[in-house]
């Protein structure tokens, strides 16, 4: 059983965070976004919400005020689609937060991995301040990425995508991701949600679906995207598979910082 959170006053953000069990590292990003919250976006009233779909039933569904006008929502993922692995588990963690984004009245609406180590507060600016101030309606990341970090991505679905959807995003997969209310509600209306593609291409399928219901798509640079390590690395990997400090960049023609953007965003340009 699921339970909804009840939050009775209406909430300028969301910030989805999906974690998996003990050991989570929810305290930390709990940290990160308050802080990213207070520095960027002060004034702004927040639920973050917490998912773990192994949630004790106690605590699904409970709201703690965490900081003035901040609040922690504790949830379980809605289950709608068959459960036993992590891309499943973000997919339905995606369709919970959206729906009680539309319950809190949120203007705007954020998710976040809470695996990534790299993780900063500016993070939370880059994707949540486009749709707050600049009115866009989805906001992709752009990551600092090492020379030979997402060969696949870049040499065969970016150019996929340009090629079918004549859209150029440099990161097509809403791995992260910030979008409007609006955009929220034109979600969860799409028929997906029980089908394959959400099961396993949901990332994919977001930004194409928003860019197909001629929503306006951005594109805001975040960072390197590092995943906290799992457990010990064997002494092969972690000396030859860290990329180093000069190998990160961000894909050609792009700018390499926040500065460089003014608005820390690039429109998702038709081709």
């Not at 939050?7 to 969301?14: L, P, R, S």
């Not at 809470?114 to 900063?120: F, K, V, Y």
């Not at 028929?191 to 990332?203: H, P, V």
């Not at 197909?212 to 951005?218: H, M, N, Q």
Request: glycine share 12%.
């Amino acid at each position: 059983m699921t339970t909804t959170p009840s939050v009775t006053d209406a909430t300028d953000i969301a910030i989805g965070v999906l974690t998996a069990g003990v050991g989570s590292s929810m305290p930390t990003v709990t940290k990160v976004v308050q802080e990213g919250l207070r520095t960027h976006l002060s004034g702004l009233t927040a639920a973050i919400i917490h998912l773990d779909p192994t949630m004790p039933d106690e605590q699904a569904g409970q709201v703690e005020p965490i900081a003035d006008g901040i609040r922690l929502v504790h949830a379980r993922p809605t289950g709608t689609l068959s459960t036993g692995t992590a891309l499943n588990g973000w997919s339905e963690s995606v369709r919970t937060v959206l729906g009680l984004s539309r319950t809190f009245h949120t203007r705007a609406v954020v998710m976040l991995n809470a695996d990534i180590a790299s993780m900063t507060p500016d993070w939370v600016r880059g994707l949540a301040h486009p749709v707050l101030k600049d009115g866009c309606a989805f906001v992709l990341p752009i990551y600092e990425r090492g020379r030979y970090e997402g060969t696949l991505t870049q040499l065969f679905v970016t150019p996929l995508v340009r090629a079918l959807f004549g859209h150029q995003f440099w990161h097509p997969m809403a791995d992260e991701f910030g979008c409007s209310g609006e955009t929220a509600e034109f979600l969860l209306g799409q028929d997906i949600w029980t089908t394959d593609l959400a099961r396993q291409g949901l990332e994919f399928w977001l930004p194409i679906g928003v860019a197909g219901g001629a929503l306006p798509v951005v594109q805001s640079v975040l960072g390197p995207r590092i995943l906290a390590p799992a457990g010990p690395q064997p002494p092969l990997g972690s000396t030859v598979g860290r990329p180093r400090p000069h190998d990160r960049r961000v894909p050609p023609g792009r700018p390499r910082s926040p500065a460089d953007l003014g608005a820390n965003t690039v429109p998702g340009k038709p081709r």
